[in-house]
């Protein structure tokens, strides 16, 4: 069975990155193995979590390359080239990536969202649905385009909002349900590429 290298990028805790090591690491029919972990900042707690599962890891300084984003991203790319990967899951990657980084791995490239987009784009998606009163919350995957939170919806889940929620009862509601919904949108997102 073909399994496409995947390559998962991060900046922080590295939560999403875990489940979807733990989904691979469980199911022997997973369209996809992990060649590489790579994050923007070199503390970043998933780096370990990445490196206890045996899966290689790289981080990237993005502040080495001050406002050129433009380097940063080569230097990315060529580590991606270098693994070989074949998809990118952005997993709490919280760099905003130029349309050359886009349109080099569009229709290979997939994010998770802490909202049911189109709604709450950008940050503090917890928080702006509280503020607006809305009665349910919840994630989203999608294929990453030029645009902020933007591309083709692959795959959302959706969670209640209850009364006296605060941002962190609804962030920690929200993150059960990516950790569900991640590892199942990346294997509808593998059997699209693997079908081309
Ligand atoms: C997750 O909630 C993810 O959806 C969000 O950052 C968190 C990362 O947590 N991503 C975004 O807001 C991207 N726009 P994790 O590092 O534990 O996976």
Redesign the pocket.
């Known amino acids: 069975m073909r399994r496409l290298k995947l390559a998962i990028l991060?900046?922080?805790?590295?939560?999403?990155?875990e489940a979807l090591l733990k989904a691979i690491a469980a199911d022997l029919d997973f369209p996809a193995t992990p060649v590489l972990v790579a994050s923007n900042k070199p503390d970043a707690p998933?780096l370990e979590i990445a490196d206890a599962a045996d899966v290689p890891t790289v981080a990237l300084d993005h502040r080495d390359y001050g406002k050129d984003r433009a380097a940063f991203e080569k230097e990315l790319d060529d580590e991606l080239r270098r693994s070989g990967t074949e998809i990118i899951a952005?997993?709490?990657?919280?760099r905003v990536l130029t349309p050359w980084f886009v349109s080099r791995w569009e229709g290979r490239m997939i994010?998770?969202?802490?909202s049911l987009l189109p709604k709450y784009k950008?940050?503090d998606?917890h928080q702006r649905a509280l503020d607006a009163g809305d009665s349910e919350a919840g994630?989203t995957v999608h294929w990453v385009n030029s645009g902020v939170?933007d591309g083709e919806i692959i795959a959302q889940a959706r969670v209640p909002i209850l009364r006296g929620d605060t941002e962190d009862t609804l962030?920690a509601r929200?993150?059960i349900a990516?950790h569900m919904l991640f590892p199942e949108a990346l294997k509808i997102a593998c059997a699209k590429i693997l079908k081309r």
């Open positions: 991060i900046s922080g805790r590295g939560s999403n990155m998933g952005l997993a709490g990657f919280m994010n998770i969202h802490p950008g940050l998606t994630c939170d962030a929200t993150l990516e």
